[in-house]
């Protein structure tokens, strides 16, 4: 039986087939894209010609460790195609994002490519959204009285359960952009799109990790084969 670690390589190395030359490209974070970076730095070194924009600090050292070619959002504010993994994938290529904590930035690349392509392996797909706690990034300044908008906004939609402040060790988790996350275990989410509008409209909320009709292309890395789903 493959491993994670191959299955996360097989999504990777299927991944650059979609990556051609001249192309800008948005890259993820986490244990999958990383397989991917390390993948796609031995085609740079062969001589493809790609600049990336990386969508985490973490990302952007690895990136500039296997030399290749970064730039910023700010410089290249259009994107041909961004390659990241993701917590969960429904169906409709509906993701949970942010369990390495960059779901902002993700979500801000992912919006400025023409393209997303998701790379996951089988575990990662579900029928309904839920399983894995929703990470919602906030604001620090008033955190208690979102945390209680949040409830708030759940119970309005029937979605009940724990608000779990992220932290790295004893302290809390600060993300790249300087704010907190709270992870949501609300269970099956149902209606994704209802809770999306929900979350944004409580004051605090920075951006949630539901990406909904951002990822049209996953590529989905079983025992067998590496699966492409379109919607
Ligand atoms: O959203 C993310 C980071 O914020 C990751 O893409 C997601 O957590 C999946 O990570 P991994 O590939 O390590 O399972």
Redesign the pocket.
Known sequence: MASAEEL?RAAGEAALDHVTDGMCLGI??????EAFIRVLADKVQAGLNVIGVATSERTEKLCRELSIPMATLETLPQLDLTI????ELDGALRLI???????LR?KIVAAASKRMLVIADESKTVETLGAFPLPIEINGFGMVATYLAIQEAADGLGLSGELTLRRTGEDPFITDSGHLILDASFGRIPDPEALSRALHDVPGVVEHGLFLGLAKEALVAGADTVRHLTV
């Open positions: 996360k993820g974070t986490g244990s999958t894209a990241d993994g993701a917590d994002k942010g369990g390495g904590g960059a779901l993700e």
